[in-house]
């Protein structure tokens, strides 16, 4: 069955989400909701609407403003869980995350966030978080570029804090080994199959030369054709932030040929080889799987961001919800790690 577009129908495989409000009482008495389908009809009921005709707009414009909608949700879930930190800015006094070693001068996308918050301010002040802006718009891209959407709870509040050293550690960097990229994973609840699935978001996108400059110049593990065509786009000794496709044979459409890519030893970064590497019975086969059959990973990609989209979400009465989502409330006391 195919993944919900954010209908109240639950997603295969995860009873636990039903239509009505379910409350959960922690020791101190106090409830927290936790994430529904319908948790926005009466508040502010266009704002699934206005989420998905705004990223329409923004990715027919611009087919990469869909793997930076999907990475920017993606880093977010990655550090504190899915509360909307990653987009706070720096101020005297608070450090936000932008400017960690994964996200600077990297991330974007915000001026798309920031049209939506708007909109939904002006027709529901107070009301939507940040947060659940980031999570259907990752929802709405991939389904743009071809992928399948899945199903997106909702209930996020926005973070009040957010934290540098974390996104430095926790985020998957370029660099890792397959045991590297397996504990990186396991820390956020995923399994090995999940990580293979959700590396699989780099078959759209771009990435900066600097950051797979060692693997074309001296990993022996990738096509000869390929880095030879890859050295013209980044040269040995400049071109730090030149561009090129994480898949070189589709970048702005969400299919299967990352995998295809894999198994033809031309993974761009040394962390996407990685998942095929000669001998290795943990991700090879799934790998090759994959690249056989696009209907299994888009399905499958579909159930990990579910499962992403709930990492340790703010509820209840925890975090706020930001009227911008660069900056927490004035009325907040501000964090600084």
């Not at 293979?196 to 593990?221: M, Q």
Request: proline share 4%.
């Amino acid at each position: 069955m195919a993944a919900s577009s954010h209908s109240a129908m639950a997603f295969p495989g995860f009873k636990v989400l039903k239509y009505l409000l379910v409350f959960t009482c922690v020791m101190n008495g106090i409830c927290s909701a936790q994430l529904t389908n319908n948790f926005y009809d009466r508040t502010c009921p266009k704002v699934i609407r206005t989420i998905k005709k705004a990223v329409d707009d923004a990715v027919h414009r611009e087919r990469r403003m869909g793997a930076s909608l999907l990475r920017l949700h993606f880093h977010d879930c990655f550090v504190q869980g899915c509360d909307a930190s990653v987009l706070l800015d720096d101020t005297p006094n608070f450090t936000g995350e932008k400017n960690s070693f994964p996200n600077a001068n990297s991330l974007r996308g915000f001026e798309v966030i920031d049209d939506i918050k708007s909109q939904l301010e002006d027709m529901c002040p107070g009301v939507v978080s940040c947060a659940d802006i980031l999570a259907v718009a990752a929802s709405e891209a991939v389904g743009i570029l071809g992928g399948q959407r899945w199903n997106v709870p909702l209930g996020r509040r926005d973070s009040t804090t957010a934290s540098l050293s974390e996104a430095n550690s926790d985020i998957p960097a370029p660099f890792l080994d397959l045991n590297g990229l397996i504990s990186t994973f396991s820390k956020k609840g995923f399994t090995v199959e999940e990580m293979v699935t959700l590396s699989g978001a780099h078959t759209i996108g771009l990435v900066r030369c600097r950051f797979f400059r060692d693997r074309i110049y001296n990993e022996t593990n990738i096509d000869p054709s390929f880095a030879a065509a890859m050295k013209e786009e980044c040269p040995f000794d400049d071109g730090d932030d030149n561009l090129s496709p994480f898949d070189s044979k589709t970048p702005m459409s969400f299919d299967n040929a990352y995998y295809r890519n894999l198994v033809e030893s031309k993974g761009l970064v040394h962390s996407d080889q990685q998942l095929f590497v000669d001998g290795s019975r943990r991700t090879n086969p799934q790998v090759i799987a994959y690249s056989k059959n696009f209907g299994r990973f888009k399905h499958d990609f579909a159930n990990a961001m579910f499962k992403m989209s709930q990492l340790s979400p703010l509820t209840g009465y925890d975090g706020q919800i930001r009227t911008n989502c660069h900056f927490i409330n004035p009325t907040t006391d501000e964090y600084r790690e």
